[in-house]
T-cell receptor, first 110, second 121 residues
C-alpha cells in the first residue's frame, strides 16, 4: 500500500477554479471506482465531500466535483471562496480489503 | 444523529500497549463498517484498519498489521483498537469513522473527534 500522490499545495483567487490531482496505480485508483475526497479544516475531523469518484453527499456544495482518468483522480473546486481554504485528501480502495490515502494538499485562497 | 466517541488515548512507552475504544450511537443498521484512521501531529491521514459489524471481518494497513487488532462488542455498540508493540511513529490522533451505507470502502460519512496517542521513551 503506497500512499497516493497529491501536490503539497495549490492556490487560487476567489472566484477561480482549481484542480487537485491524486495519482495512484493500477492496484488502486486505476482499477477501482472507490475514490473519495475529504476536506479538513484546522483542528477538525475530515469531512467527506466526494465519494465513488463523482458523487457528492447531501449538503456538499455543487462547486465541488470529482473525476478520474486512468490512475489519476481529480477534485475540482469552482468559484473558489475563502472558506474553501483547508487541507484536502484523496482516498482509494487498494484491493484485499485495504484503503490508502493521499498525502494531502493544502489549498490557499489568495 | 450518528455519533462516534473515541477514548483510551494516552502516553505510552515504545514496546507498550494501549486499547482504544469507539462508541457508536444513533445508528441502528447492523451491516455497516467501521474504520480507524490516524493522523500524526502536523501530518496527513493514514488508514489503519476496518471491521465489518455483521461478520467481524477485519483488515489492516501495512504499518500496523501484526501489531494492532480491531474487535467489536455488539451489545455495547463499541469498536476497539488493541495496539501492541507500540513505536514512536504510532504517535497520532486516532479517529474512528463510519463507512457510508450504499457506498463502498472509502466513503466515511461520520467521524469521531479523535483520541491522542503519544509514544515516547
Amino acid at each position: 500500500q503506497s500512499a497516493l500522490t497529491q501536490p503539497a499545495s495549490v492556490s487560487g483567487s476567489p472566484g477561480q477554479s482549481i484542480t487537485i490531482s491524486c495519482t495512484g496505480s493500477s492496484t488502486d485508483v486505476g482499477t477501482y471506482d472507490f475514490v473519495s475526497w475529504y476536506q479538513q479544516l484546522p483542528g477538525k475531523a475530515p469531512k467527506l465531500i466526494i465519494h465513488d469518484v463523482t458523487k457528492r453527499p447531501s449538503g456538499v456544495s455543487t462547486r465541488f466535483s470529482g473525476s478520474k482518468s486512468g490512475s489519476t483522480a481529480s477534485l475540482t473546486i469552482s468559484g473558489l471562496q475563502s472558506e474553501d481554504e483547508a487541507d484536502y485528501y484523496c482516498c482509494s480502495y487498494a484491493g484485499n480489503s485495504c484503503v490508502v490515502f493521499g498525502g494531502g494538499t493544502k489549498l490557499t485562497v489568495l | 444523529e450518528v455519533q462516534l466517541v473515541e477514548s483510551g488515548g494516552a502516553v505510552a512507552q515504545p514496546g507498550g500497549s494501549l486499547r482504544l475504544s469507539c462508541v457508536i450511537a444513533g445508528f441502528n443498521f447492523d451491516d455497516y463498517t467501521l474504520h480507524w484512521v490516524r493522523q500524526p501531529p502536523g501530518k496527513g491521514l493514514e488508514w489503519v484498519s476496518l471491521i465489518r459489524w455483521d461478520s467481524g471481518l477485519t483488515s489492516y494497513g501495512d504499518s500496523v498489521r501484526g501489531r494492532f487488532a480491531t474487535s467489536r462488542n455488539i451489545n455495547k455498540n463499541t469498536v476497539f483498537l488493541q495496539m501492541t508493540s507500540l513505536r514512536t511513529e504510532d504517535t497520532a490522533l486516532y479517529y474512528c469513522a463510519k463507512e457510508k451505507l450504499g457506498s463502498s470502502w472509502t466513503a466515511f460519512d461520520y467521524w469521531g473527534q479523535g483520541t491522542l496517542v503519544n509514544v515516547f521513551s
